[in-house]
């Protein structure tokens, strides 16, 4: 069934803050998605409006999307991928951001690669890139560990835990939450962290009002910043 | 000796793979440069060409550089902010990809935060980034850890530490290599790795000829690319 020679896999980047595409996205990106037809897509509405600010030359409705999230099983990601062992380039979009980060993009890529199916990621926004490199942290060493526990207990050992392990190795620790639960970490974060610990905050990157900035816990007390339902990033260092 | 508002810095991108400019850095990203005339550059003179390249309104001669490299000091940091601090905004630029992740550009970033300047990260070309999305490992859990040790002892254990990790955690495990040193690299892990552990390799990501490839180590050894003198990234994960 398969073609001498299977399509490609591009790793497509959306912007993370609304309607920036025109300003995040480089050229390249938007000239390779044109010559798509075939995506799979966290979200097909989200896929579907992106293409068409991007400037689509065909139809959105005439082009071909599957949905790749959190819910897709093994076996529909190998039916995904018939259309590439045909020879058919497809392109794989996340919800926000860059593709097989913290999304289930993941999955068709290491099935890509079984099947020694070329992968082509592209660059765009990364909120976790963008709050690392202004941070003014340790860049030489990090760990990213997505969503922290949602269990109170369980969040609070966690968190004094990758605090520890800040200060030991000189390690920057890096996690998100889900906007509408950022407020209730941030004070979670406030209230377990030692004065002296450093917190950056990365909040509603690449927007207007947009920003990043590290402070030290006892700083951050003082003036509590509103990051309810805003997308943010956390990073915590410890260094005298 | 403040103004009533002190200047931004601004964190900007260059390409990973040489003269892709025009495709990988954002739209954004050329105007906000061609606004600034002051830069602190790891590399004076391909900042000068970048900025050349990408058609900043000024002659180049005109503008004001000042070197930010893993020989500078606190001090120097101080003295090449006060620009800053009087209203000017200036910009960061690394050798190559984004400020502030495996570079000195860090110094300066703390250096801001400390004294309130507004740190602005700008969308980018980073090879760590790049290689993490299409190596279809954990993306929700991974450790950088920039350079190995030199030293062959030590580096046998922290390559050893570090597939253990992978195989325990399920956390992707990324690290580099000065090109001339890639090929030996490889040679180690390929020796030392267990025949089940996964290794990604992103070589020359961007350029032409670059890919990002996922084999268990036995298949590798299969088939040895060569590494000598390209930019690579090299990710370890475990798992059934």
């Known amino acids: 069934m398969c073609a001498a020679r299977p399509g490609k896999i591009y790793l497509i980047p959306l912007p993370i803050a609304a309607n920036t595409q025109g300003e995040v996205i480089p ?6 998605i044109q010559g798509l037809d075939y995506f799979l897509a966290e979200n097909i509405r989200t896929a579907r409006r992106y293409l068409r600010t991007l400037g689509h030359p065909q139809p959105i409705a005439q082009l071909k999307f599957v949905c790749l999230d959190k ?4 076996s529909q990601v190998v039916t995904y991928l018939q259309p590439i ?3 058919i380039d497809g392109g794989i979009l996340t919800e926000s951001g860059c593709p097989g980060i913290a999304d289930p ?3 068709a890529v290491q099935y890509a690669h079984q099947h020694h199916i070329e992968v082509i990621p592209l660059v765009g926004p990364s909120a976790i890139l ?4 202004a941070a003014g942290f340790n860049g030489q060493s990090f760990a990213f560990h997505g969503y922290l526990p949602v269990n109170k207990e369980e ?3 966690v968190i004094k835990k990758l605090e520890n392990t800040a200060w030991r190795l000189k390690q920057t620790q890096i996690f998100i939450e889900t906007p509408y639960r950022n407020q209730t970490l941030l004070e979670v974060l406030l209230s377990i962290c030692q004065p ?3 917190l950056c905050i990365g909040k509603n990157m690449t927007s207007k009002d947009g920003w990043v900035k590290t402070k030290p816990i006892q700083e951050w007390q003082r003036n509590k910043p509103n990051l309810y339902k805003l997308p943010a990033v956390f990073l915590l260092y410890g260094t005298v």
């Open 130 to 133: 963008l709050a690392l490199m």
């Open 71 to 74: 819910h897709t099983q093994a």
């Open 155 to 157: 969040r609070k050992q």
């Open 196 to 198: 002296h610990t450093l």
């Open 27 to 32: 050229a390249y990106v938007k000239t390779i």
């Open 105 to 107: 993009g993941a999955l």
């Open 85 to 87: 062992f045909q020879g």
